[in-house]
């Protein structure tokens, strides 16, 4: 009977959720790009990113809760680090992140149709893996970022983990922090890769929860402390993970 569901659930997917996900990223990745020839400021853009990622969670079954915003003061600009498990992370922190934050994505997201025109019209960012000079060059811009106010996220594993398990954090994403002295906020995510794990197209109905978790300050520090606070905010981070999250639910 457990087969018969699963199976009736990954043609449920191919059928409806993944078409609907394709057209709601086409209308809202057009009206992001409309928006974003009257509105250069990337408020509108986000504002869009938003209800998509709204629209496309609900369209999956996704049961949405966040907590720890108590953490965040009004005025502060900080720099998100959170862990990645699933494509889906990405609608989650637009969907729930109580900030008009710029990510640190890899490059090949931005070269997806209508998500990526959306990314590169609104200031995104994208890493380049492999090419140390590309990668300092998308560090110096999300700086820029950061001291224009903005806050930005970032994925310091480098990209999805494909079995649950925590990646290291690259050491180098968190010389942003320390160059700024803006504070990094670890953020945890649970559930996502339940819903959708790596190289599936199976998208199951689940509960996903973002956690905020207090501040690191980084006022102070140099740059040869970029890998201890790397593994401070992952011990933060994996501190709070639920690692039944990562098993598929119905």
């Not at 079995?163 to 942003?176: N, Q, S, W």
């Not at 990094?184 to 819903?195: F, M």
Request: net charge positive.
């Amino acid at each position: 009977m457990r087969a018969v569901i699963d199976a009736l659930g990954y043609l449920r997917s191919l059928a409806v959720t993944v078409p609907l996900i394709y057209l709601l990223t086409i209308f809202w990745g057009t009206l992001s790009l409309l928006c974003s020839l009257a509105n250069s400021s990337g408020i509108a853009q986000h504002t869009c990113a938003r209800l998509w990622a709204r629209c496309l969670l609900a369209v999956c079954g996704v049961r949405l809760s966040v907590r720890g915003a108590e953490h965040l003061e009004a005025g502060r600009t900080y720099i998100f680090a959170a862990n990645h498990q699933s494509y889906l992370d990405i609608p989650v922190i637009f969907a729930l992140m109580p900030a008009n934050f710029r990510i640190m994505a890899k490059g090949s997201l931005f070269h997806i149709p209508f998500i990526g025109w959306h990314l590169r019209r609104s200031g995104h960012m994208p890493v380049a893996r492999g090419n140390p000079r590309r990668a300092a060059r998308s560090l110096l811009e999300a700086a820029s970022h950061v001291r224009r106010g903005t806050p930005v996220f970032i994925f310091p594993e480098g990209g999805r983990s494909p079995d649950g398990r925590f990646r290291e954090f690259k050491p180098g994403t968190f010389l942003l922090a320390i160059k700024s002295g803006a504070a990094v906020v670890p953020v945890t995510i649970n559930g996502t890769r339940a819903v959708l794990p790596m190289r599936s197209w199976h998208v199951r109905p689940g509960r996903v929860e973002l956690i905020l978790h207090a501040p690191i300050e980084t006022a102070g520090l140099k740059s040869d402390a970029a890998h201890s606070l790397a593994e401070s905010v992952r011990a933060v981070i994996a501190a709070d993970f639920d690692e039944s999250s990562t098993l598929a639910t119905r």
